[in-house]
């Protein structure tokens, strides 16, 4: 990796870009501040950006030929109003980059500019991902839908994470993220007055006996040595206190690890709402829809990063697996790759209005990913 001056120098860049782009948090399909921001960086560093019909994000391009490696951050905010006391706290009322997203497009920046230093050395071609929506979720399928990743040899994506301190990294193989789904419910019967449930079905009733024994389908049908949840997190119905509602929607998600899992919960999930609904006289609508699946990396690219952790200096720790998801598995459908969780202070979760990605991580973390990309084309780590 380059000399100290230019380390230095690229420290100093990725922090700024870093704190410019936590004061302007975009929501997801949103981006279009920080895309230009992105680009203005990139074109100044004459990195070379991709023509792509992308409204928000970007592909850029460093080295050529084959193989081809890629970098992927994501770039959205949230919905959130931040709480921290940062002096480069957001200035958009409502939206905060309280994931991190802020953090992984500061050092896949990074890594551009160390890549670009070494461009002649390259023995290929690294493609490096501003991807727009990971939290609609499925900003993932707009870049894979442009075609650019085709003949991508291996994907490298990372996270902050509040488990670990600043040089520390997490890294797991296998199911390192679940696969999300979710679903709706809607319970019809028939209304009627609080006093006479007789004459009608009651909504409310198959509502609440549905949520208690959907409970049963990780208990009882998924393997107890298997991870899986199913969570209702909305329930809808009635508007007043003597009226019987004639229907009530529920929604939630579901979360798991196998595919067998996540079929098996579908099924259930739609038996038992036809069940509940016929046992006390009314009908129900299911409607259940898939989202990324699991995120699961590659073992391999996992030993590899473990080796590139080391020569990075990071400290490497075992990355505990999560029911949480990630679109960057849209990729892993495609193509084998490896999700590092990248230490950035010890503090609030992600989706918190505390949470802070510590700075002092970012030049870690740009060198991390630099080093993944540029070592992935020298090994040709996809061969071993
Ligand atoms: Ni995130």
């Known amino acids: 990796m380059p000399e100290d001056g230019y380390r230095d120098e690229i420290k100093q860049k990725i922090t700024e870009t870093f704190y410019w782009l936590h004061q302007h948090p975009e929501l997801s399909y949103e981006e279009y501040e920080t895309t230009s921001r992105l680009k203005e960086a990139l074109t100044a560093a ?36 931040e709480q921290t ?28 500019w160390l890549l670009k230093k070494q461009e002649a050395e390259l023995p290929g071609k690294v493609l490096l991902i501003f991807q727009p929506a990971e939290e609609a979720p499925g900003g993932a399928k707009k870049i894979l839908a442009t075609g ?9 994506g990372l996270h902050t994470s509040p488990l670990f301190p600043v040089g520390e990294v997490g890294l797991m193989t296998g199911p390192v993220m679940a696969a999300v789904d979710q679903f709706n419910v809607e319970f019809q019967g028939r209304g009627a007055h609080a006093a006479h ?46 009226v019987i509602p004639g229907k009530v929607q529920l929604e939630g998600t579901v979360r798991t690890q196998t595919p067998e899992a996540r079929a098996l919960i579908q099924q259930r999930l739609q038996e038992i709402a036809q069940g509940v609904a016929a046992s006390f006289g009314g009908t129900a609508e299911v409607q259940y829809t898939a989202g990324p699946s699991v995120t699961y990396n590659d073992a391999q690219l996992y030993e590899f990063a473990r080796q590139t952790a080391r020569a990075a200096g990071l400290i490497e720790r075992q990355a505990p697996a999560s029911l949480g998801g990630e679109d960057f598995a849209y990729y892993l459908e495609k193509i084998p790759g490896m999700f590092s969780l990248i230490g950035t202070g010890v503090g609030p979760v992600n989706h918190n209005p505390k949470f802070i990605a510590d700075p002092q991580a970012l030049f870690p973390a740009a060198d991390y990913m630099a080093r993944l990309a540029q070592d992935a084309l020298r090994q040709q780590v996809w061969r071993r």
């Open 148 to 156: 650019v990743l085709a003949g991508v040899q291996a994907i490298f």
């Open 85 to 112: 006391e940062l002096s480069y706290q957001s200035q958009q009322e409502g939206k905060m980059h309280a994931c991190g997203h802020d953090f992984h497009a500061a050092a896949v920046l990074g890594a551009a």
């Open 197 to 242: 449930p007789e004459r009608g079905s009651d909504t409310i009733l198959m509502g609440a006996t549905f949520v208690t024994s959907l409970q049963s389908i990780v208990s009882r049908n998924v393997s107890p040595l298997e991870a899986a949840v199913v969570t209702v997190t909305q329930f809808h119905g009635g508007n007043t206190w003597n």
């Open 46 to 81: 004459k990195i070379k950006i991709l023509d792509l019909p992308l409204a928000t994000g970007l592909v850029a391009e460093v080295g050529q030929g084959e193989p081809v490696i890629a970098l992927r951050a994501d770039i959205d905010a949230l919905p959130i109003a």
